[in-house]
């Protein structure tokens, strides 16, 4: 049973940063790529950042680009996304998500290119 777990959300003030993290379980996150989303209240759900099976290769919404990296451990099989400068308008549910690929450098921005969801975790940033 595949189960992505996020973990480390919470509220801090503007200019600060946050760490997030997503725990895998039940696939082989060598295989996959990985990606975070997020939702705002009353707004879809969008592209944060995507990180590719190889790990060599990521990508960034715009919005996000120099404040936001994201990083795997393939060997502790968790996907992390640091959060820094952090502006209240990053205030949102955070997703993680996999997807089975044997393309090694690709990323996907795309919600519908992704496998397994997980649950969400709160990022509230204070002005």
């Known amino acids: 049973q595949v189960q992505l777990v996020e973990s480390g959300g919470g509220l801090v003030q503007a200019g600060g940063s946050l760490r997030i993290s997503c725990a895998v379980s039940?696939?082989?996150?060598?295989?996959?790529?990985m990606g975070w989303f997020r939702q705002a209240p009353g707004k879809e759900r969008e592209f944060v950042a995507a990180i590719s099976r190889s790990g060599d290769n990521t990508e960034y919404t715009a919005s996000v680009k120099g404040r936001f990296t994201i990083a795997g451990d393939n060997a502790k099989k968790t996907v992390f996304l640091q959060m820094n400068s952090l502006k209240p308008e990053d205030t949102a549910v955070y997703y993680c998500?996999?997807?089975?690929?044997?393309?090694?450098?690709?990323?996907?921005?795309?919600?519908?290119?992704?496998?397994?969801w997980g649950q969400g975790t709160q990022v509230t940033v204070s002005s």
């Open positions: 998500a996999a997807r089975s690929t044997n393309t090694y450098s690709y990323t996907a921005r795309r919600i519908g290119e992704y496998d397994y």
């Open positions: 039940g696939l082989t996150t060598s295989r996959y790529g």
